[in-house]
């Protein structure tokens, strides 16, 4: 017998889910809360990384918190219309890594009854959009944007501030190398680089 939390995810089928936000702010958390519900509910569950993210493991989504569940590398979204053809809910982890097909494949998906849900930063260190994200959120169903704290004060962190040299817009990372801050501890921080950088585009 199915309680009600099962039916209801049962029936979430055909949408697209985006879970976004700063570095440390649970993006990934959520995506496995969500994925383990589908589970229960007995639903056939998929989840997909970018086999260039192997911080924590090469195989399973593991968030900060040391949360994980078992997952499958992949080098290009072309996969996930091929893997994830017989399933009902598809999880996609570190999106801002993926293609510029990602947001095509998700929608294929979608209309074939598959519930999507994707994971990723919304913006690089610099405040940027980030790869297939922008266009992601655009054709979701769902957009949750989650917060870090902001290491300097306290409130709400806006961006991932990178602490250490590189200006690579993919650069691995954890603690070490960078810091969820407030949109004002950004700007102290970088001493108003990304205003300078703007004002000259």
């Known amino acids: 017998m199915y309680s009600e939390d099962s039916l209801s995810e049962a029936s979430r089928r055909g949408r697209i889910e985006v879970i976004c936000g700063s570095m440390f702010s649970g993006k990934t958390e959520e995506l496995i809360r969500r994925l383990k519900r589908a589970k ?63 947001p095509e494949a998700c929608n294929m ?47 709400l962190a806006y961006i991932s501030h990178r602490t250490v040299e590189g200006e690579r817009q993919v650069m691995l990372g954890e603690q070490a190398e960078y810091e969820p801050l407030c949109r004002t501890c950004y700007i102290k921080a970088t001493g108003g680089e990304k205003a300078k950088d703007d004002s000259h585009a």
Do not use: W
Request: proline share 5%; net charge negative; with cysteine.
């Open 40 to 102: 229960f509910a007995r639903q056939r569950v998929e989840i997909f990384k970018p086999s260039i993210d192997t911080r924590y493991s090469d195989i399973d989504v593991v968030s900060h918190d040391s949360n994980s569940i078992p997952s499958t590398p992949i080098d290009s979204s072309a996969s996930l219309v091929l893997l994830a053809s017989d399933v009902d809910v598809v999880g996609i982890d570190e999106a801002q890594f993926m293609d510029k097909g990602l």
């Open 109 to 155: 998906l979608a209309a074939a009854g598959v519930r999507v849900i994707v994971a990723g930063l919304d913006m690089d260190f610099r405040g940027r959009p980030f790869g297939p994200m922008p266009e992601l959120c655009a054709i979701a169903d769902e957009v949750t944007k989650v917060h870090a704290i902001c290491v300097r004060c306290g409130a």
